[in-house]
């Protein structure tokens, strides 16, 4: 270990290397599958256009996996395993991607709240003390900012049209608490003992504010956020289980079949077998 940082996860504080390999984890995780929520909607979205920026955004989110997975050998894990390998209720995604998703509405959700969050939980990790992961996520943020005017974009579009309003503000609310849950929560040991380290530079409560200082002033148009004069504030209080603790989530499960399948590559290698 260097003065200034961590070069490897051998030189972490004891106790502090299994909560940022679970970090790495659930980050790559989602990566994964909210590729495959983009892939679902290259052919589906509203405009060829829309459908262009589908495809690269799912292409985006995939290669942050692979960059993300590849990084746990440092801590002992195969990349191979983890990617193509796993039981549905080994995954650390989010429950708001174990399944495809039914309207244009919901994509948005994903694409402006829940990836936003990903984001925000990356720029925690840009000054890190683990310089591996410090080196890396400056340029994986350069390509999300795509991915926030994509979702910010349409979600201004759809608020000023006729029935857009209501139904974004049904499919933002249907995600809302996941998204305000995926943080963590305030006394998170997760993020806690890894902001005391300086392995990321927020813990779980600063990270969701920054979450709702860039989501907050779209967010309000749909109800669910306010502005408190110096900050943005939710206007729903999240609701905790137990479970979220174990696999950053709250709800039991994980990806269905066909999204497991798809996201293991099983047919893929099926193919490369034949």
Known sequence: MTESGFRSAADLPEGVSGHLANLILALADNKRLLGIRYS?????????????????????????ARILYAMLRDFGHDPSVLEHERASDEYHSSELLDRDVASWEEFLALNFLWDTALSVQFEMLVESRYEPIHYKVRKLLEEERFHFDHGQGWTSRLLSAEGGRAALAEAFGAAWNACLRGFGPDDDPLSGTLAAHGIVRRDAAGARARWLERVGPVAAETGLARDAGSEWVSTREPVWEDRWLLRRRAVEGGPDDDSLARVRGDRNRELLMD
């Open 40 to 64: 679902d909607w290259i052919l589906g979205a509203p405009s060829v256009e829309a459908g262009i920026a589908c495809s690269a955004m799912a292409q985006d989110e995939w290669g942050h």
